[in-house]
């Protein structure tokens, strides 16, 4: 069954230093991977998502993510940090024949100013 | 435009109580689902609509959970004879349809039970 690893619970990082979310993935074929971010009592809204058109996916707000099938990897990075980045990281899969999401068990993400 | 809306955005009842939660999703989407958050976890999948057919429900975690989208739009969520191990947020999410098509969420309706 598919599945990913998100590791690191918590990540704190200084303003406008890099921000890496670590997400590893576990799947017998080629994955769709997405990275959503979610605010306090809010819904999860997509940054961005990988369905094998280009290795290296750009989001919105700065994200971007890289897809590496040698580490059955998809970390998200941003290069400078913002105070309005603080909120919680969810890495999801889904395979081809099954449109729903399998999630990661998130990355709660504090800037610190 | 307007998004996937949840009804209601807070709800409790007691154990044993009957409750409905509604979703709203983007018009013409195609594809619904239901999503389970408990506190500080991911969300897991409970159930999928396309258009009014439920094709998984696998996710549905007893049989007192039951999901219906009648005309292929609105969607409910019941859970009947509610357990104290019910209280999370319950996630909506649409999407036009196809595996690489990102789902679009609403905030969601927190359920606790008492």
């Known amino acids: 069954a598919q599945s990913v690893t998100q590791l690191g619970s918590h990540v704190s990082v200084s303003e406008g230093a890099l921000v890496l979310l670590r997400c590893n993935y576990s799947s017998s074929v080629p994955p769709y991977l997405f990275w959503y971010v979610q ?25 971007e993510a890289e897809f ?11 290069p400078s940090a913002h105070m309005s980045d603080a909120a919680e990281y969810f890495c999801a899969v889904s395979q081809d024949g099954n449109e729903k999401l399998t999630f990661g068990t998130g990355t ?5 100013p | ?11 409790v009842a007691k ?36 258009n009014e057919a439920q094709l998984d429900k696998s996710g549905l975690p007893s ?6 989208r009648p005309e292929g ?34 905030d969601g309706t927190r359920l606790s039970i008492l």
């Open chain 2, 15 to 50: 154990r044993g109580q009957d409750v409905a939660l509604r979703c709203d999703p983007i018009s013409g989407h195609v594809s619904l689902f239901w999503y389970q958050q408990a506190l500080g976890q991911g969300p897991e999948f409970l159930t999928y609509f396309q």
């Open chain 1, 108 to 112: 709660r993400l504090t800037i610190i």
């Open chain 1, 39 to 63: 605010y306090p009592n809010q819904g999860l809204q997509l940054l961005l998502k990988y369905t094998s058109a280009a290795t290296l996916v750009k989001g919105i707000n700065g994200f």
């Open chain 1, 68 to 78: 590496k099938k040698s580490e059955t990897s998809f970390h998200l990075t941003k």
């Open chain 2, 63 to 68: 049989d007192r959970f039951f999901a219906e």
């Open chain 2, 73 to 106: 739009s609105v969607s409910t969520l019941k859970i009947q004879r509610t357990q104290q191990e019910d209280s999370a947020v319950y996630l909506c999410a649409s999407s036009p349809g196809g595996f690489f098509q990102p789902q679009h969420f609403g």
């Open chain 2, 1 to 11: 435009g307007a998004g996937v809306s949840q009804s209601p955005r807070y709800k």
